[in-house]
Nanobody, 114 residues
Framework: VRLVESGGGLVQPGGSLRLSCTCD????????VGWYRQAPGKQRELVAS???????VYGDSVKGRFTISRDNAKNTGYLQMDNLKPEDTATYYC?????????WGQGTRVTVSD
């Protein structure tokens, strides 16, 4: 089972990006999905998560700016990022979690800069 992130890139402060996390297996529908990020020299942190039932949790630094969602029919999770700030610069990873199962993507780089 593979998770593949896409949608990263360079954006100016105040801009938006939408990250996608596509799974190559229908097992995605039973995954809780999490988006994490890691900036150089910093620990990986939870950005947002969504359960199978659609319950969402956000990190304090992104509340009100980021929105996590999922489309099980497409085996894909999303992270809509609005009003981006330079401190959002990091590599973003998606992960899928189920009982005794944990899968991570390879990451997609997001750079917020003028």
């Amino acid at each position: 089972v593979r998770l593949v992130e896409s949608g990263g890139g360079l954006v100016q402060p105040g801009g938006s990006l939408r990250l996608s996390c596509t799974c190559d297996d229908r097992i995605f529908s039973i995954y809780a999905v999490g988006w994490y990020r890691q900036a150089p020299g910093k620990q990986r942190e939870l950005v947002a998560s969504i359960t199978v039932d659609g319950i969402t949790v956000y990190g304090d630094s992104v509340k009100g700016r980021f929105t996590i969602s999922r489309d099980n029919a497409k085996n894909t999770g999303y992270l809509q990022m609005d009003n981006l700030k330079p401190e959002d610069t990091a590599t973003y990873y998606c992960a899928g979690f189920a009982e005794n199962v944990e899968n991570w993507g390879q990451g997609t780089r997001v750079t917020v800069s003028d």
